[in-house]
């Protein structure tokens, strides 16, 4: 399971290849994009096997949704990743702690009558800093956990298609696998977007 540690920042530039840019990343970023490439990849295989007709027609017009998962696959690891790096030296204890200290001078001076507005103002600014390096971490941890729930229903796509191959299929089949790649797409466009909201 994804644990917090911290990940070196990679290059936004278009790279070469997937292939060559995925090796650019922390190992544990890595993963979760290696495997949807791996299942986009058996899901070619599967349909490619399937005799010419319309359910092979059907799911090779589903494709382009796995391509799409893998792109946003690979795009919410480099932003999970950039998250992570952004925290590095970021000491959220430390941070924890001075908030509660400002916390209790505030209440105090509050308690003795005294002119407040300057530690308000304080503790305003390091509440902020201490959600935003809480934001990060969460986030970027969650997203191991998120993508790794999103690969396995990619995978189960997948296997549903290979049903197709075993068995006569009809259209609940298809349209099942095709609501399970959409809902996996809208998944990953969902915490795409999250992540984005932290950095580039």
């Given at each position: 399971?994804?644990?917090?540690?911290?990940?070196?920042?990679?290059?936004p530039?278009?790279?070469?290849?997937?292939?060559?840019?995925?090796?650019?990343?922390?190992?544990?970023?890595?993963?979760p994009?290696?495997?949807?490439?791996?299942?986009?990849?058996?899901?070619?295989?599967?349909?490619?096997?399937?005799?010419?007709?319309?359910?092979?027609?059907?799911?090779?017009?589903?494709?382009?949704?796995?391509?799409?998962?893998?792109?946003?696959?690979?795009?919410?690891?480099?932003?999970?990743?950039?998250?992570?790096?952004?925290?590095?030296?970021?000491?959220?204890?430390?941070?924890?702690?001075?908030?509660?200290?400002?916390?209790?001078?505030?209440?105090?001076?509050?308690a003795?009558g005294?002119?407040?507005?300057?530690?308000?103002?304080?503790?305003?600014?390091?509440?902020?800093?201490?959600?935003?390096?809480?934001?990060?971490?969460?986030?970027?941890?969650?997203?191991?956990?998120?993508?790794?729930?999103?690969?396995?229903?990619?995978?189960t796509?997948?296997?549903?298609?290979?049903?197709?191959?075993?068995r006569?299929?009809?259209?609940?089949?298809?349209?099942?696998?095709?609501?399970?790649?959409?809902?996996?797409?809208?998944?990953?466009?969902?915490?795409?977007?999250?992540?984005?909201?932290?950095?580039?």
């Amino acid at each position: 399971m994804f644990r917090r540690r911290s990940s070196r920042p990679v290059d936004p530039a278009p790279p070469p290849s997937l292939e060559s840019w995925v090796a650019t990343l922390d190992p544990l970023w890595q993963a979760p994009v290696r495997r949807a490439m791996a299942t986009r990849d058996q899901y070619l295989g599967v349909v490619g096997r399937i005799p010419p007709g319309p359910a092979r027609d059907r799911l090779l017009a589903m494709s382009p949704s796995l391509d799409t998962a893998v792109q946003r696959v690979a795009q919410a690891a480099y932003r999970a990743s950039t998250a992570r790096s952004m925290t590095v030296g970021l000491d959220e204890p430390a941070a924890t702690a001075e908030l509660k200290a400002a916390r209790r001078e505030l209440d105090a001076n509050r308690a003795a009558g005294r002119d407040v507005a300057a530690l308000e103002a304080r503790v305003d600014a390091l509440a902020e800093r201490h959600r935003a390096i809480n934001d990060a971490l969460n986030l970027a941890d969650g997203a191991g956990v998120q993508l790794d729930d999103l690969n396995v229903r990619l995978e189960t796509a997948v296997a549903r298609a290979a049903t197709i191959a075993l068995r006569a299929s009809d259209n609940d089949d298809l349209d099942r696998i095709d609501a399970e790649l959409g809902e996996v797409v809208g998944g990953l466009t969902a915490l795409d977007d999250a992540l984005g909201r932290l950095g580039p």
